[in-house]
């Protein structure tokens, strides 16, 4: 508390100076001494921290999505409807929302060589975007993949 | 309406490498103008973001679905670079065409 005040007063009588380096540095911790979720975020490019990102998502979900917005808030109509057919075929999954991290929306198309969004992924398996959803529901394939899935969900 | 820069590359471009038995592209950008952010690319001024695309070709027979559109976006590297959007993509083989 009391360091608090007295670096306030150091602040304003330097307000005209720019803040020193040791100052800064504290500010801004670096990789190696940071947890996880303060650590830089990169952007552009598929840095190595992304692709795991994704492999560790994609294996943790039986069903990822990733996708415009959230399930409740879908950003995007493509988006939306393959959260609606997730839905129907009542199989719980998870999703990430690409608009919130630009280096995970390039992330994501980079890693499945896939230039759109949303993407569906299956038993850790890209499945494809919202149209091969929409076919696989057509020819019945959509529920010979998901049926597995919804009754282990709904032993549990 | 006559092709835009767009959607002419896309239809050359898959004529040739897949020799399409039936191809029809539907530009749908006028039903995204609202949404998608205008951000300044070539697509994106000449109104040509959003597409939908049948293609019924032999090269598809014995690929499965997501093999197929992308070898369909593997064509379509330069067109998605300028800006192209989104694109709604039914294959199908002249066989699986027929049943329908």
Redesign the interface.
């Known amino acids: 508390m009391l360091a608090r005040v007295a670096a306030g007063a150091l602040a304003r009588t330097r307000q005209a100076v720019p803040a020193p380096a040791w100052l800064l540095q504290r500010k801004f911790s670096n990789e190696a001494d940071s947890h996880d979720d303060f650590k830089p975020k990169y952007s552009g490019g598929a840095a190595p921290s992304v692709e795991d990102h994704i492999k560790h998502v994609v294996a943790a979900d039986k069903v990822h999505l990733f996708m415009k917005g959230t399930p409740e808030a879908p950003q995007c109509g493509f988006s939306r409807m393959a959260c609606v057919v997730l839905q129907a075929y009542g199989v719980p999954f998870g999703a990430t929302n690409v608009l919130a991290d630009p280096a995970m929306r390039e992330g994501i198309k980079k890693f499945t060589s896939w230039p759109t969004i949303p993407q569906v992924f299956v038993n850790g398996e890209f499945v494809g975007g919202c149209d091969i959803l929409m076919s696989m529901h057509d020819n019945g394939e959509l529920e010979k993949l998901l049926d597995p899935i919804r009754k282990a969900a709904g032993a549990k | 309406m006559a092709d835009g820069p767009i959607a002419g590359a896309i239809r050359s471009k898959l004529e040739a490498a897949l020799k399409p038995a039936h191809l029809r592209l539907i530009n749908d950008s006028h039903k995204?103008a609202g949404?998608y952010a205008r951000d300044g690319s070539a697509a994106c001024e000449a109104g040509e973001t959003h597409f939908r695309l049948e293609v019924v070709s032999d090269a598809f027979t014995g690929v499965p679905?997501?093999k197929r559109?992308?070898m369909v976006?593997?064509f379509?590297?330069d067109e998605?670079k300028a800006g192209l959007?989104?694109?709604?993509?039914?294959t199908k083989t002249p066989a699986e065409a027929e049943r329908k």
């Open positions: 995204h949404h679905l997501v559109h992308q976006y593997g379509l590297d998605f959007h989104a694109l709604a993509i039914t």
